[in-house]
């Protein structure tokens, strides 16, 4: 296990921003989590856990020891006539990890396809798209305990998931290190295809409801993702940088007064309604700002065009949600973590 010092954290994290790590370890066995937090204890360093950096924008320097959680493996541990369970090392690549179970026929989280970053984020963030989370095909998660180095097993029920949150983004933000994750998928698979366009591209391909596959529902999902969001291999980004607010009835029922074409979708606890569709009806869709701005197609992802900084996203950030809470008294909160 090889520490290093002053490391630039600009490959490891997808918006691209130029940041160094004051210490910077990879970690690929639980064992080496151990190990490096039992160094870091030991030198009263603070510990920064990163996977993918899908999620969040550096806005300075990290004054800690950085440690990547490169654990990897697939491993079936269990299996019915109906179903399977996977545990998944958190550093495999999740959409890797997608490709493999559509490989294999395993349904579930076929809608979750080409989203970014890795295993081990996916709880933590109850990543989600096209109607489907990871609470749906959850099973457990393995997590080393940052302060008794002991190793942890969560349910689902333990997890407290909600939307875009869980209980280590919460109650235990910063305590734990997920080392794997376990989901229960499915044989035989129940298509989810109302949300968004997916419908729509299935059949602009000529493939109708008796001809669903997950494979096909995966391809329609990549295509659909591939026209709206930029790869941030070429443009830095984080994906949806906002959640989508949910209204009150009575809420939604104003708003649609006001904007008739306002789209909305029904929730337990109230409308969900795009935040894109709220900043682009703000006039932000498009608009650069330097080298950062917002993606001309999506107007839910801020960019680095470049040498963008991470402070002057956030503070676009910012101004965004206080010009929303200024139109529409609604109040935006960002999924991307600040650090």
Known sequence: MNIQENI?????????IDKSAKLFVEA???????????????????????GGGSNILLTKDVQAMVIKVTIKGIEVTDETDDHIWVK?????????FVLHAITNNWAGIENLS????????SPLQNIGAYGVEIKDVFEQLSAINRHTLEEEVFTGEQCHFGYRESIFKNDLKDQYVITSVSYKLTKKPQF????????QTLESRGIQSGDFTIKAISD???????????????IGNAGSFFKNPVL?????????????DVPGYPQT??????????????????????????HKNQPLVLVNYGDGDGLAIKTLAENIQSDISSKFGINLFPEVNFI
């Open 8 to 16: 630039s954290l600009k490959p490891y994290n997808t918006f691209q």
């Open 28 to 50: 690929r066995t639980p064992e080496e989590v151990i190990k490096a937090l039992q160094i870091a204890k030991n030198n009263e360093s603070p510990v920064f856990i990163l």
């Open 88 to 96: 998944v090392g958190a550093g495999e690549v999740w959409h890797d």
């Open 114 to 121: 080409l989203i970014p970053g890795t295993v081990g984020a």
């Open 192 to 199: 989810k295809v109302s949300y968004g366009a997916i419908q």
């Open 220 to 234: 329609a999902v990549i295509a659909i993702r591939q026209s709206k969001l930029p790869d941030p291999k070429v």
């Open 248 to 260: 009150s009835a009575d809420q939604f029922k104003q708003l649609q007064d006001a904007y008739p």
């Open 269 to 294: 606890d109230g409308v969900k309604i795009p935040a894109a569709w709220l900043i682009e009806q703000a006039g932000w869709k498009g608009r650069t700002f330097g080298e950062i701005g917002v």
